[in-house]
């Protein structure tokens, strides 16, 4: 079971492997599927039946925000037993395919309802009982389905580039658009199926647009090569079979207490609050990370060097944590705010509210190359920020986006709860927001590599994922102190005090950062 990436077809377009394009195509209809679900969750959950043209559930903010977060927080989380599988039993090639699988399970399960459409229709009992049991089901799939692709199809991308150095980091920047352009496609199309036709017309698309990545995967994997084709050998060993075995009766196992707890779940044995299952979510995540750094700095033999750059590790850990429950209100908080208080008409037409999801990852497309020459400017005069800097940079701008939403709420405030904003105050805010992002997330990825110790590197990654799936979490119960209705005095009133508390939140983080910087610096042992 070799994990070289040797015979690889030979050829190239535009001067890269040609497996390269296999995962850019399915990277971005992968990202399509899930960026365009996306858009459309919260509308969906706190929509009435009457709204939409296929009913939502009518969900309160409040409990419609934790369900996305905990959902969002699921995805990240599921990557770490992805990855082990992937590693230990499929290779990534098979991990990309069965997870690109279940994920157009799940979307096509979210779409089932319309069959009351088509050949209905049902009693309001059953089409409720199905409408519930096929959202949240769904969900359950593309959850474990993306936790099979996702973290896998990076790996295979850096397994086609056995000679590492520049082309390789190049392949990466290709990759890392793909990504981008399925995030601004996804939320245009399946937004505008479900807003403006049918809930689960645009789940329905999600799905299709997983399935034209598949069988563009099954056209084009050749061209991958062994790249991610095998299961990791140990030792330079094929893998015991009996070990193989136990790996595969483990998988069984859980997958088995998994489904059970999802079974229970859905036929209501399991009466869940979102708000509370995202509560104790946030624990259980801290406390998980609490005894894995322990662990790390008393029992793992780590030298006093090791030690403080595992101690700037837990401080991005924190600090992204912070900063993902601020950027993720785009699609809870933020997207509800486009769709009631944001006057979306041009020339007679009302756009989706879920259109606004695509402007991060156009604001990307545009900045990224732009940040790439600036640091590379700012290092060249040794004038590059530090690490601790780049997050303190980040948390501003943060800020500076809720601070936005604050002028936006404050003018909603003076109007009176039936007026708009126009679409400005959104384009300013996710535009700040998306110069943090790109101040903090790739310089992240970058140190933890740099920093974690040799024989922990793997899992300081991982840890990384379970930072941002906290954040996530914790965005969902923001979201639901955050949001107001139209019609909602009382609520409408506290929102400008709430963005403004935010600002001064996240500022604060910021200003931490900077009054941390020379020991955080420090610590790094001269790693930027």
Same mark, same amino acid.
């Given at each position: 079971?070799?994990?070289?990436?040797?015979?690889?077809?030979?050829?190239?377009?535009?001067?890269?492997?040609?497996?390269?394009?296999?995962?850019?195509?399915?990277?971005?209809?992968?990202?399509?599927?899930?960026?365009?679900?996306?858009?459309?969750?919260?509308?969906?959950?706190?929509?009435?039946?009457?709204?939409?043209?296929?009913?939502?559930?009518?969900?309160?903010?409040?409990?419609?925000?934790?369900?996305?977060?905990?959902?969002?927080?699921?995805?990240?989380?599921?990557?770490?037993?992805?990855?082990?599988?992937?590693?230990?039993?499929?290779?990534?090639?098979?991990?990309?395919?069965?997870?690109?699988?279940?994920?157009?399970?799940?979307?096509?399960?979210?779409?089932?309802?319309?069959?009351?459409?088509?050949?209905?229709?049902?009693?309001?009992?059953?089409?409720?009982?199905?409408?519930?049991?096929?959202?949240?089901?769904?969900?359950?799939?593309?959850?474990?389905?993306?936790?099979?692709?996702?973290?896998?199809?990076?790996?295979?991308?850096?397994?086609?580039?056995?000679?590492?150095?520049?082309?390789?980091?190049? @392949? +990466?920047?290709?990759?890392?658009? *793909?990504?981008? $352009? &399925?995030? %601004?496609?996804?939320?245009?199309?399946?937004? /505008? #199926? !479900?807003?403006?036709?049918?809930?689960?017309? @645009? +789940?329905?698309?999600?799905?299709? *647009?997983?399935? $034209? &990545?598949? %069988?563009?995967?099954?056209?084009?994997?050749? /061209? #991958? !090569?062994?790249?991610?084709?095998?299961?990791?050998?140990?030792?330079?060993?094929?893998?015991?079979?009996?070990?193989?075995?136990?790996?595969?009766?483990?998988?069984?196992?859980?997958?088995?207490?998994?489904?059970?707890?999802?079974?229970?779940?859905?036929?209501?044995?399991?009466?869940?609050?979102?708000?509370?299952?995202?509560?104790?979510?946030?624990?259980?995540?801290?406390?998980?990370?609490?005894?894995?750094?322990?662990?790390?700095?008393?029992?793992?033999?780590?030298?006093?060097?090791?030690?403080?750059?595992?101690?700037?590790?837990?401080?991005?850990?924190?600090?992204?944590?912070?900063?993902?429950?601020?950027?993720?209100?785009?699609?809870?908080?933020?997207?509800?705010?486009?769709?009631?208080?944001?006057?979306?008409?041009?020339?007679?037409?009302?756009?989706?509210?879920?259109?606004?999801?695509?402007?991060?990852?156009?604001?990307?497309?545009?900045?990224?190359?732009?940040?790439?020459?600036?640091?590379?400017?700012?290092?060249?005069?040794?004038?590059?920020?530090?690490?601790?800097?780049?997050?303190?940079?980040?948390?501003?701008?943060?800020?500076?986006?809720?601070?936005?939403?604050?002028?936006?709420?404050?003018?909603?405030?003076?109007?009176?709860?039936?007026?708009?904003?126009?679409?400005?105050?959104?384009?300013?805010?996710?535009?700040?927001?998306?110069?943090?992002?790109?101040?903090?997330?790739?310089?992240?990825?970058?140190?933890?590599?740099?920093?974690?110790?040799?024989?922990?590197?793997?899992?300081?990654?991982?840890?990384?994922?379970?930072?941002?799936?906290?954040?996530?979490?914790?965005?969902?119960?923001?979201?639901?102190?955050?949001?107001?209705?139209?019609?909602?005095?009382?609520?409408?009133?506290?929102?400008?005090?709430?963005?403004?508390?935010?600002?001064?939140?996240?500022?604060?983080?910021?200003?931490?950062?900077?009054?941390?910087?020379?020991?955080?610096?420090?610590?790094?042992?001269?790693?930027?």
């Amino acid at each position: 079971m070799s994990t070289n990436a040797g015979n690889l077809p030979s050829g190239t377009w535009l001067g890269q492997p040609k497996g390269l394009f296999t995962l850019f195509f399915t990277e971005l209809w992968e990202r399509f599927s899930y960026y365009g679900m996306r858009a459309l969750l919260v509308l969906f959950m706190t929509a009435t039946i009457v709204e939409g043209g296929g009913g939502g559930f009518g969900l309160s903010d409040t409990a419609a925000n934790a369900i996305y977060g905990i959902y969002t927080a699921a995805v990240y989380l599921t990557a770490l037993p992805g990855g082990w599988m992937a590693d230990r039993l499929l290779g990534q090639q098979r991990a990309v395919w069965y997870g690109g699988i279940i994920i157009a399970l799940g979307h096509f399960t979210m779409a089932l309802p319309l069959i009351n459409d088509w050949f209905g229709p049902f009693s309001e009992g059953f089409r409720a009982s199905l409408e519930s049991t096929t959202f949240f089901l769904g969900l359950v799939f593309i959850v474990v389905g993306t936790g099979l692709l996702k973290p896998n199809i990076s790996a295979i991308v850096g397994g086609i580039y056995p000679e590492g150095g520049a082309r390789r980091d190049a @392949g +990466f920047t290709i990759f890392y658009m *793909g990504i981008n $352009l &399925g995030a %601004i496609f996804g939320p245009l199309i399946c937004g /505008y #199926l !479900g807003e403006k036709v049918n809930w689960h017309y @645009g +789940f329905g698309a999600a799905g299709v *647009g997983m399935v $034209l &990545g598949l %069988i563009q995967y099954r056209i084009m994997r050749p /061209y #991958l !090569g062994e790249a991610g084709l095998h299961p990791h050998q140990k030792d330079g060993k094929d893998m015991d079979p009996a070990a193989f075995r136990r790996n595969w009766m483990m998988v069984w196992a859980g997958a088995a207490i998994f489904g059970l707890i999802v079974i229970l779940g859905l036929t209501g044995v399991f009466e869940l609050n979102a708000q509370a299952l995202a509560a104790k979510t946030t624990y259980a995540i801290l406390g998980t990370a609490a005894l894995f750094f322990a662990y790390v700095l008393f029992f793992g033999g780590l030298d006093t060097a090791e030690k403080k750059r595992v101690g700037v590790i837990i401080s991005m850990f924190l600090g992204a944590a912070v900063f993902w429950s601020g950027f993720e209100q785009a699609g809870s908080s933020f997207n509800l705010f486009a769709e009631r208080f944001t006057d979306r008409t041009f020339f007679g037409f009302e756009h989706p509210a879920s259109w606004y999801q695509s402007l991060n990852a156009t604001y990307i497309v545009i900045l990224a190359p732009f940040f790439s020459w600036f640091w590379v400017f700012l290092a060249k005069r040794n004038l590059e920020p530090s690490i601790p800097g780049k997050f303190a940079l980040a948390m501003f701008q943060l800020g500076l986006g809720f601070a936005v939403m604050f002028g936006a709420a404050a003018l909603l405030v003076g109007k009176g709860s039936q007026d708009q904003v126009l679409p400005t105050w959104l384009l300013l805010t996710y535009l700040f927001h998306t110069t943090g992002e790109l101040c903090l997330s790739p310089v992240a990825l970058s140190a933890v590599t740099k920093l974690a110790p040799m024989r922990y590197t793997s899992q300081m990654m991982g840890m990384w994922f379970v930072g941002t799936a906290l954040g996530n979490v914790i965005a969902g119960l923001l979201a639901g102190f955050l949001s107001a209705r139209q019609g909602a005095e009382e609520s409408l009133e506290t929102m400008p005090d709430k963005f403004w508390m935010l600002f001064l939140v996240y500022a604060f983080v910021g200003v931490l950062f900077l009054v941390f910087l020379k020991p955080i610096k420090r610590w790094t042992g001269g790693i930027r």
